[in-house]
Every structure is written in structure tokens, then in C-alpha cells.
């Protein structure tokens, strides 16, 4: 729901005056057109159209960027009309609430950022490099001059730095209402090993948020009713899990087997850790945003195959940034999910995704993988990776990773639902035990 103060629609399409003008202009109207003169403006309107087109076809294949892609080249009416969420008439005003979103310098993090400040969120803007992370909230400023954004450094492969970001933000003592695990990387190198003992693409987009998550459940349970949204791929239908190598060391590679990995434990843990959180008023959702055009691709080494697929196939039909933000979007904002943690959210197996537009982005999936459909895989799956997790943590003279799935809160959940005439008696004593928000000092920029 877009507010007074917000600029234009995120999708710039324009008001609906405008629109129908620009579908009488180019398809010709038969409202007071009598003469002859409207009839040949509409067909000049039309070829200009269609001269256009292979040069705006080009553009959209060689540079989509975070624009709408080939989307792009239909009328805004027309646009318009195409089925599924859309955060300019669906998306709920966000006032109060606060949201991190990692790797959100650029791509699908940068447009969840923009479109959550548009619509009064306070966003946590955390980025590896904080120059980059700077322009990036100075062209969100200058679109949404209401914007409330925190930049914050964390490099999402290395535990040390994550810790420190986790610690940061309880020491500002914020109230968290969603956290967005964007951060992700394919094909960031050659085969390397982080100091850790991780390798990276399994580093940064597996062990790096299933860290940070556990490290802030504290913070969204004290700001309950609270969302995990993890970014997940399609790429999990081509993993398997490496139950005697979860660190990825003896994959000697960065490339498919290392992402379909990372994506398929991505997916399984945050199945299992929303099971383990019911009670707790913190829902986990995984979401697939489809195949988009980001960044990414012209990062990812090309030594690989995987690299230069993704390559081609994002540009020959892959949404744009924006329309790739969907699917987080829905699952962090939707107030209808409440309660629903632990569904897969993304494009419908039809959605026949060509010129950018992806069909319904917002659909409850079946992850591929039979391994991500199993919950006796996924909790062991969870629980080894935990293990893992703080064997590394240790070593690192980070101390152990946190139980913080808080039992007492399922209890207190089931004592609920066997003695509902005690409801209110629980619930104050919930409210009563229940840590005080101290006053937000998170900077603004």
C-alpha cells in the first residue's frame, strides 16, 4: 500500500489517466474520435512502436539491470493487467517496523530495500563493502526522501564478522521484525577454502545466515509476531547433501555442486527451524525468486559452466531485479502468512517465464528435491549443521552457538491450546517475562 508520501509506483508505471491515454494513443479509441486525423495519429504511434522495438529489445537483453527487462517494452496498461502481488496495491504499510536485509547494495536486495523504505519500513541495509553500500542508500534517499535507513559491514562468509554484526545491533537494542537473508553468491572464484574451514559459496550463502538468524531469534522473539525470509534457489534441485562433508572442503569446487548445495540446506534448515520455533511467534519462510538478472551473473567466475549458463539464461528471459523481489517481499510483508512459517514461496511450476514477467511470484511451492520434502532429512540435516556450526564458532573463540529455540515458548503454546479458558492468564504472564525494547540508538543515514 503505497502512501501519500511515497514517489510513484516502484513498477513507474503511470497514474491510470495516463495509462488509458497511452492505450488510446497507441491502439486508437473510439471515445470522440470521429475524424480521420486520430486514426492516422494511432497508426504513426503504432509503427514508432514497432521500429523501436528491436533496438529496445537489445537494450533489455545486453543491460536489464534493475529495470523492468523486456518487460519493460509493453505498454503500462497492459503491464498493468498481468496476474500476481503486486507491492504498489498490495504491499501493507511497514511504519515501525524494522527490517535487515543482507547483500543489500544491489539486485533483489537493493529493490526489497527501496520499496520497503518507499513504504515506511526502517531498514538495515547490511553490505560487504560499505562504499558501495553508501551510493546504494544515497539513490534510495534521493527517490524516497522519507527513507529511514541504517548501512551496517558484515561479510556473510566470515563468522567473526558476522558475530560482530549481530552484536552491534542487540547493543542498539532495535526491535527486528523481519529478517531478509539475501546475501548469496555462485560462482564467486576458484575453489577456496574460508578461515573457517568453509568453502565460500557454502560459507556465505548457508553457515553465514543460518549464523546470523540464531544470533538475532533473541531480538525477533522480543518483536514478535516476526518473519525469517531466506533466499533460496532453484538451483536446490540439483543438490545433494554431503552428510560427510557439510563444510563443502572436499567438493574442490565453487561451481554447480557447491551452489545447489548451499540453496538445498538453505531450504531444509529453514523448514526445520520454523518447526522448532512454533510457539515462538517467529515464522522462517524460504522463497525462490525465480530467474533474474542481477549483478550476480557478470560477478561469478566463468571458468565454470554453471556461471556461463546463468549468464545467457537471465539475459535471454530473465525478470528484472525488481520483479525478482517479489517473492521476499510477499513472504516479509503479507499479513495473511502470519502463522504459515516453514512455506516455500516463489514462481507456480507453470508460470512460463518470458520477456521478465515470471507469472505468479507468490505461490506456495514443493521444493524439487526429495531431500527438502523429507522432515526427518531436513531436522538431521539441521541438527548436523548446527554441530558443525559451533565446532566452528569455537574454534574461532566465538563461544557457542546459542540454543535459542526457546522450549518454554512451545510449552507455554501447548498448555494454550489443552487449556483455552487459561489463555489470558498465560498471555499476560508471557507479556509479563517478556524483555523490554529499550530505546532504538541504530544511526540513521
Not at 109 to 115: D, E, I, T, V
Not at 298 to 323: C, F, M, T, W
Request: proline residues 6%; positive net charge.
Amino acid at each position: 500500500m503505497a502512501t501519500a508520501a511515497s514517489p510513484p509506483a516502484s513498477f513507474n508505471l503511470p497514474p491510470a489517466a495516463e495509462q488509458q491515454a497511452g492505450a488510446d494513443t497507441l491502439f486508437g479509441s473510439s471515445i470522440g474520435t470521429t475524424g480521420g486525423g486520430s486514426s492516422s495519429s494511432s497508426l504513426a504511434a503504432l509503427l514508432h512502436w514497432a521500429l523501436s522495438l528491436p533496438g529496445g529489445v537489445a537494450r533489455a537483453l545486453l543491460a536489464p539491470g534493475s529495470g523492468e527487462g523486456l518487460l519493460g517494452l509493453l505498454p503500462g496498461w497492459a503491464r498493468q493487467l498481468l496476474p500476481g502481488w503486486d507491492p504498489d496495491r498490495d504491499m501493507p504499510d511497514m511504519f515501525g517496523k524494522v527490517v535487515m536485509i543482507t547483500g543489500a547494495n544491489s539486485g533483489i536486495g537493493f529493490q526489497a530495500a527501496r520499496l520497503l523504505a518507499r513504504n515506511n519500513a526502517h531498514v538495515v541495509m547490511v553490505v560487504r563493502d560499505e562504499d558501495k553500500g553508501r551510493k546504494a542508500a544515497e539513490a534510495i534517499k534521493r527517490e524516497v526522501p522519507h527513507a529511514k535507513l541504517t548501512l551496517m559491514q558484515a561479510d556473510m562468509a566470515c563468522l567473526r564478522s558476522v558475530k560482530r554484526l549481530a552484536d552491534d545491533f542487540a547493543a542498539a537494542g532495535s526491535r527486528l521484525d523481519v529478517l531478509l537473508n539475501n546475501a548469496g553468491v555462485l560462482a564467486p572464484g576458484p575453489f577456496a577454502v574460508t578461515e573457517d574451514g568453509f568453502e565460500t559459496t557454502l560459507a556465505t550463502n548457508y553457515y553465514g545466515p543460518l549464523y546470523l538468524t540464531l544470533l538475532l531469534l533473541p531480538r525477533l522473539r522480543a518483536s514478535a509476531p516476526a518473519r525469517v525470509v531466506n533466499v533460496a534457489s532453484f538451483g536446490e534441485a540439483f543438490g545433494r547433501v554431503h552428510w560427510d562433508d557439510l563444510r563443502g572442503v572436499d567438493l574442490r569446487t565453487s561451481g554447480l555442486p557447491a551452489y545447489a548445495a548451499s540453496k538445498l540446506y538453505l531450504l531444509m534448515a529453514s523448514r526445520d527451524l520454523n518447526r522448532r520455533l512454533r510457539g515462538t511467534g517467529v515464522d522462517v519462510f524460504a522463497v525462490h525468486p525465480g530467474i533474474v538478472s542481477t549483478p550476480g551473473e557478470l560477478k561469478s567466475d566463468r571458468s565454470y559452466p554453471v556461471s556461463v549458463l546463468a549468464l545467457i539464461n537471465s539475459r535471454l528471459h530473465g525478470q528484472s531485479e525488481l520483479r525478482g523481489a517479489l517473492a521476499p517481499l510477499f513472504a516479509a510483508t503479507e499479513p495473511r502468512l502470519q502463522g504459515r512459517g516453514g512455506t516455500y514461496i516463489g514462481p507456480n511450476s507453470f508460470g512460463v517465464q518470458l520477456f521478465g514477467w515470471g507469472g505468479s511470484n507468490t505461490v506456495a511451492r514443493t521444493p524439487v528435491n526429495w531431500a527438502a520434502r523429507d522432515a526427518a532429512e531436513c531436522r538431521r540435516l539441521y541438527d548436523q549443521s548446527r554441530a558443525v556450526l559451533d565446532s566452528a564458532t569455537v574454534a574461532a573463540g566465538l563461544g557457542a552457538v546459542p540454543l535459542t529455540h526457546f522450549a518454554e515458548a512451545q510449552q507455554t503454546a501447548a498448555a494454550k491450546a489443552l487449556a483455552p479458558a487459561t489463555q489470558s492468564q498465560h498471555q499476560a504472564q508471557k507479556q509479563h517475562q517478556q524483555p523490554q525494547q529499550a530505546v532504538s540508538s541504530l544511526p540513521l543515514l
